[in-house]
């Protein structure tokens, strides 16, 4: 099992704890004895550091970061209505029970219990469990899930409060077991808390564009601020129906940027282009399916890339294979040539194909339709320029750049991609408040190449699409 894809519990606790290391850091998190917090009462009067208000909005990282900090606190079993536990993490107090576990993990209003937990949430199948969905038995139990550990098999991994340990811990369950913690699997179901954060609303944090579905048209990859890897599917449709409904493709990718999607390999397949946080270049093939094992195998294809900005990867000098384009720490664009082999060895040295590129965001992509790559870059000041293919080579490869707007540096993102049929790449950017727009190409190389524009999409606040 990859790492980098599934995410491991070590990693969900340093989660936690560094989410209150910043809360200490930032003066809204005081210091309690570590199990000092058992208090007289079970009506919670505070959400903690983790959470907005007490009953609102919390994404599935907080509510599994809530559920961590009682296992991190060995929170003992206590069923009575006159006891609960707080903490400035997770506030309270709530009820240090099976149900009053799950209620301080969705930030509830009250402890509930196995019987009422179901008037906060909704019934969905079992398929459909994601981290921080519930499982209750509600004439006993009540348990929070965490992660599917293989799905197919129906095994997953789990947080609960129990009188049989004596306090909050995790566990792995199989739904094709007969008992589930010691009551019968069946009598199970599973609930999604009504005011979890929707689908989409996590601030995404890194992602590209590219064909991953294999329809010949580009997706969008992203991770959120939680480390989970995201497809967004080309559709076909226009306006906020251009990319399809979500679809998680990994767990455990802080730290990790997305370079580009491609095949590097001519598997048939565009897989993922990654630099890790060790500064490790990786390559993650595509298994096929739209799921967590989609990407499932990684393949290390360099190292040392940390200061590095991956433009992309493209065929530059029509070899038929994909090389690098980057830029080095001191501002060099560099390209790095495909050389058939696999691994380590799959690109060469570098040569200089520019200079003075510190400042700039760039892609590279076809945008004037000649079938060649060209650069398209925003400056410091917020210029956007095409920089041709001339054909030629080095500090040639590139001719005079083209001014194609102003005003782009109040953009958060910008990628470049061949969305509409029979023109050069079009651009998918996100401006200040966070909308994502599809700026079509017009033909041309002026500033009017890029004057059509529709939203297709928003709440995508801190995405850096390539």
Not at 10 to 32: D, E, M, N, P
Not at 278 to 283: T, V
Not at 335 to 363: E, Q, R, V
Not at 411 to 427: F, L
């Amino acid at each position: 099992m990859s790492a980098s894809i599934t995410r491991s519990k070590k990693s969900v606790f340093a989660t936690a704890i560094a989410t209150a290391v910043a809360a200490l850091a930032a003066g809204t998190l005081s210091v309690l004895p570590a199990h000092a917090a058992t208090v007289g009462s079970e009506t919670p009067t505070s959400i903690g550091a983790i959470g907005s208000s007490l009953g609102g909005s919390l994404t599935r990282a907080q509510i599994l970061q809530r559920g961590v900090d009682w296992v991190n606190a060995a929170v003992p079993y206590n069923d009575s209505t006159a006891q609960g536990w707080s903490d400035s993490t997770v506030g309270g107090p709530y009820r240090e029970d099976c149900s009053g576990f799950v209620s301080m993990a969705w930030g509830l209003t009250a402890s509930l219990t196995s019987q009422t937990l179901p008037s906060v949430a909704t019934v969905i199948p079992t398929s459909q469990l994601q981290p921080g969905d519930a499982l209750d038995y509600t004439a006993e139990h009540a348990i929070l899930f965490d992660q599917w550990v293989n799905q197919s098999a129906g095994t997953f991994d789990y947080y609960y409060e129990s009188s049989g340990t004596g306090k909050t811990i995790e566990a792995e369950g199989n739904f094709n077991d007969a008992t589930l913690d010691s009551w019968p699997t069946s009598d199970y179901e599973a609930l999604r808390y009504n005011h979890v954060a929707a689908a989409g609303t996590a601030m995404p944090a890194g992602g590209t564009l590219g064909d991953v579905t294999g329809d010949g048209e580009p997706d969008i990859m992203a991770i959120d601020s939680t480390g989970n890897l995201w497809m967004y599917p080309y559709v076909g449709g226009s306006g906020t129906s251009t990319f399809g409904a979500q679809v998680q493709m990994g767990t455990g990718w802080t730290g990790f940027t997305i370079d580009a999607v491609a095949d590097l390999y001519h598997s048939g397949r565009s897989g993922l282009l990654v630099t890790a946080p060790n500064g490790n270049l990786m390559y993650y093939a595509n298994g096929g399916g739209d799921n967590l094992s989609t990407f499932a195998v990684s393949t290390q294809v360099g190292s040392g890339w940390s200061g590095y900005r991956i433009l992309g990867l493209t065929d530059l000098y029509g070899t038929g294979s994909d090389g690098i384009v980057a830029v080095d720490p001191s501002g060099n664009l560099l390209y790095y040539p495909n050389t058939g082999g696999t691994g380590t060895s799959t690109f060469g040295s570098p040569t200089t194909i520019g200079t003075g590129w510190s400042g700039y965001t760039a892609d590279v992509a076809d945008i004037n339709g000649d079938g060649k790559p060209d650069l398209l870059a925003v400056d410091s000041s917020g210029n956007l320029w095409m920089y041709p293919n001339t054909g030629g080579s080095g500090t040639s490869t590139f001719g005079a750049r083209v001014q194609m707007g102003t005003g782009w540096n109040t953009w958060q993102a910008v990628d470049a991609a061949a969305i509409t049929p029979g023109q050069g790449a079009d651009i998918i950017a996100i401006d200040a408040s966070g909308n994502l727009l599809h700026y079509t190409n017009a033909g041309g190389s002026n500033t009017s190449t890029y004057a059509n524009v529709t939203q297709i999409g928003d709440a995508w606040t801190g995405i850096a699409i390539n």
